[in-house]
């Protein structure tokens, strides 16, 4: 581009010239002055704007990594194996005891009822009364028992 440049100001100054020779001298010389011969142009030093602008992508390679592979121990396998099964035997055992204490133990539901599985009513009752929220219990249990018609 700074040659293209140099190129036109030396050509405007040339045209310039041959203006003046012909504005001053013109009538001397009867004709035109022969112009001298173009000079050849440059090889421009610049490459084409567009290939300058590209930008290559670089391709990489994928790097090979080898697979690390540990040998195998057969006993310490069998070993290992051998922790997984007692684990797991531990918790069907702990899993099975705790569903025998819920058979055997009185439950409470969700709603706050608490069911007794023995003992005579009269146990019950006194059990009932004992324990936060029975007296409360008690009473609801002898609306549904004894129904208040007077309201109805």
């Not at 022969?34 to 670089?58: N, W």
């Not at 690390?68 to 005891?97: D, F, H, I, T, Y």
């Not at 409360?136 to 109805?152: G, K, S, V, Y």
């Amino acid at each position: 581009m700074a040659g293209d440049l140099e190129d036109f100001l030396k050509r405007a100054a040339e045209r310039r010239a041959q203006k003046q020779q012909q504005a001053g001298g013109g009538g001397a010389g009867g004709g035109r002055p022969a112009r001298p011969a173009p000079k050849p142009r440059p090889k421009p030093e610049y490459t084409e704007a567009k290939r300058e602008r590209q930008v290559r992508q670089r391709y990489e390679e994928p790097i090979p990594v080898a697979e690390l592979v540990e040998p195998v121990n057969p006993l310490a396998e069998q070993q290992r194996k051998l922790a997984e099964s007692k684990k797991k035997a531990a918790e069907a055992r702990e899993k099975l005891a705790q569903q025998q204490r819920d058979i055997h133990e009185p439950q409470q539901t969700d709603r706050g009822v608490i069911s007794i599985a023995g003992g005579s009513p009269a146990e019950q009752l006194l059990d009932l009364i004992q324990r936060p929220g029975g007296l409360q219990q008690a009473f609801l249990l002898r609306e549904i028992l004894e129904r208040p018609e007077d309201r109805w």
